[in-house]
């Protein structure tokens, strides 16, 4: 079993930065991909970033704002948001596949813009 567990969410004004962490635990040997994801009311969960086996991909919609970073000692991964919109409220998701086919996510945080 794995557990994601996401922390760094919350209120902030367009402009302003956050940063996501997610710590993994548990059986998390073999990782095929991981990231972030997140969800807007009405909205189907999108993809954000995410570390892969060939790289690193990011919405297009977030290119130049956010950044990934990881730590593997740790199995840590971070999500540092900058110049944040009220478009980019949504709960955000960390996530995380296996080589197996297994997938996890975690519960989710909320960041919300606004001013």
Do not use: H
Not at 54 to 73: E, L, M, P, Q, W
Not at 76 to 91: F, G, H, R
């Amino acid at each position: 079993q794995v557990q994601l567990v996401e922390s760094g969410g919350g209120l902030v004004q367009p402009g302003g930065s956050l940063r996501l962490s997610c710590a993994a635990s548990g059986s998390i040997f073999s990782t095929r991909t991981m990231g972030w994801y997140r969800q807007s009311p009405g909205k189907q969960r999108e993809l954000v970033a995410v570390y892969t086996v060939t790289g690193t991909n990011y919405a297009d919609s977030v290119k130049g704002r956010f950044t990934i970073s990881r730590d593997n000692a740790k199995n840590t991964i971070w999500l540092q948001m900058n110049s944040l919109k009220p478009e980019d409220t949504a709960v955000y998701y960390c996530y995380r596949e296996f080589i197996s086919g297994r997938a996890y996510w975690g519960q989710g945080t909320q960041v919300t813009v606004s001013s």
